[in-house]
């Protein structure tokens, strides 16, 4: 069963930059093939889909409007590794960041199974 492990959070001032990491274990073959995507869980919250990368070369983005303009999301599939470059960081950017493989269902993007890594925290201060 894959795996990830996100890396890059941290406590960083308003105005701010961070690149969060993600880590998938398993076949390289199959993370190539898998939609990414990039969670975030503010305290007492319920967790919100940030942005989306397409499989393979990576062509296809979307990102939420809390975050658009401001971030970017790419990937390296000789890594198993995606990534989020988030600039202009807010105060309500504060919350636990997760990634996961998804598909397209519904309209929206849902996680291929309840199974998530511990997160990254990323804090912003005003």
């Known amino acids: 069963q894959v795996q990830f492990v996100e890396s890059g959070g941290g406590l960083v001032q308003a105005g701010g930059s961070l690149r969060l990491t993600c880590t998938a274990s398993?076949?390289?073959?199959?993370?190539?093939?898998?939609?990414m995507a990039w969670y975030r869980r503010a305290s007492g919250q319920q967790r919100e889909l940030v942005a989306v990368?397409?499989?393979?070369?990576?062509?296809?983005?979307y990102y939420s409007d809390s975050v658009k303009g401001r971030s970017t999301i790419s990937r390296d599939n000789a890594k198993n590794t995606v990534y989020l470059q988030m600039n202009t960081l807010k105060p309500e950017d504060t919350a636990v960041y997760y990634c996961?493989?998804?598909?397209?269902?519904?309209?929206?993007?849902?996680?291929?199974?309840?199974?998530w890594g511990q997160g990254t925290q990323v804090t912003v201060s005003s």
């Open positions: 398993g076949n390289r073959n199959i993370f190539m093939f898998s939609d």
């Open positions: 996961h493989d998804v598909v397209r269902a519904s309209g929206t993007y849902v996680p291929t199974r309840n199974s």
């Open positions: 990368i397409s499989s393979r070369n990576g062509d296809g983005k």
